[in-house]
Structures are given as C-alpha cells and as structure tokens.
T-cell receptor, first 111, second 113 residues
Framework: KAGVTQTPRYLIKTRGQQVTLSCSPI?????VSWYQQTPGQGLQFLFE???????NKGNFPGRFSGRQFSNSRSEMNVSTLELGDSALYLC??????????FGPGTRLTVT | GNSVTQMEGPVTLSEEAFLTINCTYT??????LFWYVQYPGEGLQLLLK?????DKGSNKGFEATYRKETTSFHLEKGSVQVSDSAVYFC????????????FGEGTQLTVNP
C-alpha cells in the first residue's frame, strides 16, 4: 500500500500571502489529521477530518482552515501568512482515528 | 487536559549501549499510548503502541510498557545502533479527544560508533 503523500514538500511564501497544502491518505483511510511542527512549540494538532466533516479542532486562529474531499484527500489553507507560520506541516491518516500514519510533511517558509 | 512529558534531551550513547527514554502522561480517562520516531528530513513513523494498562508494545528491539499506576510509558532498547539515531516522541490519544494526538517534546538520540 502506498503511504501518505503530501504536496508540495517545500514551499516559500511571503508574509500576507495564502497557501494551500495537500494530503492524500492511505487508501481506505477516512480520517485525516493535520499537525504543525516547530522547534519552539513542538507538535501541535490543527484539525481532523473524517468523511468530509471536521471532527476535531485544535487551538489555532481562523486563518488556518481545511477541508476533505469525497475521496478522503484533504487540503489545508493558511491565509494572511505570518513569519510564525513557518513550520513543518504534517498530515496523518487513519482508518477510524486510532492508529495514525504520517506523511513526510510540507516545509513552509514564510519570508 | 491531556499532556505528555518526556525526559530532557538530547541523549548521546555509544553503539550497543542500553537506552531508556522516560515518558509520563496526564490524561482523563484511559488513553492509548504511542512512541513515534522521526528521522532527519522525514515525517513521523509509528514505532510501537499500547492501548491498556500493562500492555507491552514492541518493535525493532524497542519496548515500552503501559504503567497506569505510575502514568508512564518509558521506551527501552537493550542495544542501540547508529541507525537508531533520530528524534523520539511519546504521544497519547483518548476517546474524548478522538484521534487527536498529544505529543511530548521529543528526545534527540545520537548513537556514536
């Protein structure tokens, strides 16, 4: 089985711009979660989608949003980028939310 | 709320040394516990898991036992290799938080030949 894939792997954006990251889960997995990883804050949960519905949400501002499509693929959007949004964004998929499998991440740099 | 605390790092060992990385947790209810490993430039890989008290998770020579009485899930390996050099994360999830994982700070392990 193919693993979780994330695109793009690297991204450089300017403050004030917006960005969309994509995640394709393992075939058959219906749950997709997003995490932000930074040296200062560690790994923090952004949100989870299950069957196209947001099921859980972390403590991030409304500039961070996501969605899930009928094929379980998910996108994450960050609007009005700030320097502090520079991070590794990780996507994880699971069958029903228990055992999660992570993708390689998207490294976002905001200048 | 839930929280996970890992031993302060980094940890540097010689090849074939014994490894222990401490992990303690605070959670409401009965969490499931996990160890993930992250190699440079990569995402997280699930290393092992335990879902109830006294369960022992094991994989690739690594072991961890779910100790409810001490709220701990310490990672151990009897003989580390250079290839084990990575960052190790302890994490938990519980039914109240769904699939949301709460992670510890991570412990950088370096194994020298």
């Amino acid at each position: 089985k193919a693993g979780v894939t994330q695109t793009p792997r690297y991204l450089i954006k300017t403050r004030g711009q917006q960005v969309t990251l994509s995640c394709s889960p393992i075939s058959g997995h219906r749950s997709v979660s997003w995490y932000q990883q930074t040296p200062g804050q560690g790994l923090q949960f952004l949100f989870e989608y299950f069957s196209e519905t947001q099921r859980n949400k972390g403590n991030f501002p409304g500039r961070f949003s996501g969605r899930q499509f009928s094929n379980s693929r998910s996108e994450m959007n960050v609007s009005t980028l700030e320097l502090g949004d520079s991070a590794l964004y990780l996507c994880a998929s699971s069958f029903q939310g228990y055992e999660q499998y992570f993708g390689p991440g998207t490294r976002l740099t905001v200048t | 709320g839930n929280s996970v605390t890992q031993m302060e790092g980094p940890v540097t060992l010689s090849e074939e040394a014994f490894l222990t990385i401490n992990c303690t947790y605070t959670a409401t209810g009965y969490p499931s516990l996990f160890w993930y490993v992250q190699y440079p430039g990569e995402g997280l890989q699930l290393l092992l898991k335990a879902t109830k008290a006294d369960d022992k998770g094991s994989n690739k020579g690594f072991e961890a036992t779910y100790r409810k009485e001490t709220t701990s899930f310490h990672l151990e390996k009897g003989s580390v290799q250079v290839s084990d050099s990575a960052v190790y994360f302890c994490a938990l999830s519980d039914r109240n938080s769904g699939s949301r994982l709460t992670f510890g700070e991570g412990t950088q392990l370096t194994v020298n030949p």
